[in-house]
């Protein structure tokens, strides 16, 4: 099957090189505004051609858009422009609501499938891309019955061959959950990372020391904002509920700090131990 | 050499068996007060004898305390009482100042080689331990000045034999780093994953989607209280001057978003992606 990757960086490299790999893709169009990113992809086989969006979207039967959500609102009405009854458009975006709203009353809106791979690293670019990517872990489709049968089915071929499993939800349960989930740890992560910078100004000293556990909380931080601003952006309501809670839970460990109520420290650590259960 | 391994947990079990793999110790003590795990231990290859406090303590060269560091603080200065100027007692605690305050004017205080190795898990007791462990990570020796030269150099071949790189500070200092570089990620992994159980009731869900940045950032908030009310509690001051940070930290992200101010969201952003550059 002809592909286009819209955004060949990170995770739509990651996606080219696994659906290549299974054997599922056999030529892929790549686009991006970055020309290194285009001629980076390209010489490490994850492209075979590098298109203009136009030239790309015609000649594909299925279509991914891998950019930042900001751009993907901005860029999927001039591809479903595009495309005809025979053509399916994906997202991969974090975000979904303001995505859907963007085509909801788009004449082709049943060409594209909503889809979010719950899958990422803190790297970014197509150097980072890999087809030992995605297995695994979760995928979404949002607002299923807004896409034609065909469509749907594709994308859960999609799905099968990146050892993605499927989960179903409207778009706005998605941005709930995904607050919760995924946006929120993005979050503390920076904030974590800006305090140790602030605090900690013997930088060689975070580096001497830095234990496996800061290391892994920290982690997230390495993201970039070009794709966490717009995502943030568009989950704003969401994303606060979430932080006030989690502000409010963190008085409570500086309260019992500072009260001494150690009997209050160990139930609020014994409640978090239970995220062992649930995450095995 | 014969070693007394006290606390025959994740840490003091995984330095026995390292010891043991680099022909270091060849017979190893255990003393725990948890009858499971010495019987655990033993039948793992961890330990050799189940033995008494003092029966391990006069019968070894070396002797690991590897028990919370409030415990350690109420074992040390018996354990200090039953050596000789032949013997050195290490401990492993992550916080320092208490335990050495707490044999500050002890007559056998230079045998006591104050130790901190920056490496763990978030499981425990000695099934959990393995001989993989440390591996390039840091150790502090605190207050090398109070302690033998003999003793001093025995404490160097320890962490040489378990491959990790020594750093030297003062109790006080040690403190301060371990709350910015560990302390704090505890408890902001705790107090998100409570977040996230508050708020996300539908547990079901957090499984299907945890994707595998907050399970990174969550990964801590599996860790027993048992451990770390201890430590939080030693360590309060520190902690709560971080913990304030944090918080703040925290309030500029949520102020950025309650404005609309994307530009400082990406200012937050970028200057926590230094992080990158530090942790490699």
Known sequence: ?????????????????????????????????????LEDAKSLGIIDEISS?????????????????????????????????HQTVMDVGSTKSGIVYAVKNHPKRNRFVPFHPMWGTEDSGPKSATAESFGGKAAVICNQNDSAEDALELAKEVAKNLDLHLLYMSAEDHDIHTAYISHIS????????????????????????????????????????????????????????????????LRKFKSALEKENYELLEELITNANRIRGILK
Chains 1, 2 share one sequence.
């Open 1 to 37: 099957m002809k592909i286009a990757v819209i955004g060949i960086g990170l995770i739509g490299g990651s996606i080219a090189l696994k659906l290549r790999k299974k054997h599922f893709a056999d030529y892929v169009f790549g686009v991006d505004f970055n020309e290194k990113h």
């Open 53 to 85: 969006l136009e030239n790309a979207v015609k000649n594909s039967e299925l279509i991914i858009i891998a950019i930042p959500v900001d751009a993907t609102r901005e860029v999927l009405p001039s591809v479903l422009n595009l495309v005809d009854n």
């Open 186 to 249: 993005h979050i503390t992560s920076y904030a974590l990372a800006n305090t140790v910078l602030e605090k900690e100004r013997e930088e060689e000293t975070i580096f001497q020391l830095a234990s496996s556990g800061f290391s892994s909380t920290v982690r997230l931080a390495k993201s970039h904002p070009e794709m966490w601003v717009p995502i943030f952006k568009q989950n704003k309501e969401n994303i606060l509920d979430v932080l006030n809670e989690h502000i409010s839970q």
